[in-house]
């Protein structure tokens, strides 16, 4: 299942986002204003970092709609986005204004499986956070606790781990695992 989309943004951060994560960004630079004009045109945009290590010539990103905008109190553009799946990406380029456009192919990801197994201690842990983090709760208006890809893949956004430890948890036989690491760190 390989769709190949040609030219869409890419944001350079160091972000770690997965299939149905989401996360409030501050755009101010005129190129990713810009960006920001065409994600509506293209489909989103993809936010890939620059963590990543590149030896095999594989670069993947986020592949991210817009959900939410607004001004923040200070004046800047605040767009909350949420990444639909996780993409390969080729033929990088810079246009005139520096913003950086590349080719997409989508990626198969265990995030985006479902099933009711539950991770009890994940689980609660989760919800407590969410009840607790106000700026979590309100980017997230549509939550599946019960679903443990689901979880884990939360957890694995959020755990301040080095990317290059995250970055082995995008291929789609990764899943138990990222659940090992993610249940050791909770458990603690």
Not at 55 to 61: L, V
């Amino acid at each position: 299942m390989s769709t190949k989309t040609t030219n869409l943004p890419v944001f350079p951060l160091d972000l770690f986002l997965l299939p149905g994560g989401v996360t409030r960004l501050r755009i101010f630079e005129p190129r990713y204003l810009k960006m920001v004009g065409l994600a509506s045109q293209l489909g989103g945009f993809v936010i890939s970092s620059n963590k990543q290590n590149h030896s095999n010539g594989d670069r993947w990103g986020s592949w991210v709609q817009i959900i939410n905008f607004e001004q923040g109190s200070d004046g800047v553009l605040e767009i909350d986005v949420e990444c639909d799946c996780l993409v390969l990406i080729s033929n990088l380029f810079q246009d005139s204004d520096k913003l950086l456009f590349a080719d997409a192919e989508k990626l198969t990801h265990w995030s985006q499986k479902s099933s009711s197994t539950e991770l009890v201690l994940l689980t609660d842990s989760l919800k407590m956070l969410f009840e607790n983090n106000e700026l979590l709760n309100e980017l997230y208006q549509q939550k599946l606790p019960n679903n443990p890809y689901w979880t884990v893949s939360r957890w694995l956004e959020l755990l301040p781990i080095p990317f290059d430890v995250k970055n082995k948890f995008v291929f789609d036989s990764s899943y138990m695992e990222a659940k090992k690491l993610v249940h050791s760190i909770i458990s603690q």
